[in-house]
């Protein structure tokens, strides 16, 4: 069983940049395929970016893609997101999450989530 943590949210301009982590405990990390969806008030938890097990393959929703970017250090348990050129419309609470059969943007095929951390991004 995986536990997640995740790091490294704020407050920021929009134009800035923040690198989220996730730390997940066991010994088995490397076997989960991760990923990064979001949520923002009143709206729908939504997809952000996706990397598999080994690292290899990187997948990301339209709207990130280009100023996210997603990675992991297998021996040190933890995925990373990087947020570069924040707009307003990224703010929102993001989670880590893993799974053992998907990198995409089912959130029903994802077995263990974090607790969220906060980006808060003003104009």
């Known amino acids: 069983q995986a536990q997640l943590v995740e790091s490294g949210g704020g407050l920021v301009q929009a134009g800035e940049t923040l690198r989220l982590s996730c730390a997940a405990s066991?010994?088995?990390?490397?076997?989960?395929?991760m990923s990064w969806f979001r949520q923002a008030p009143g709206k729908e938890r939504e997809f952000v970016a996706g990397?598999?097990?080994?690292?290899?393959?990187?997948y990301y929703a339209d709207s990130v893609k280009g100023r996210f970017t997603i990675s992991r250090d297998n021996a040190k348990n933890t995925v990373y997101l990087q947020l570069n050129s924040l707009k307003p419309e990224d703010m929102a609470v993001y989670y880590c999450a893993a799974s053992r059969t998907t990198f995409g943007s089912n959130a029903n095929e994802y077995h263990y989530w974090g607790q969220g951390t906060q980006v808060t991004v003003s104009a």
């Open positions: 990397i598999t097990s080994n690292g290899n393959t990187e």
């Open positions: 066991g010994r088995t990390f490397s076997a989960y395929h």
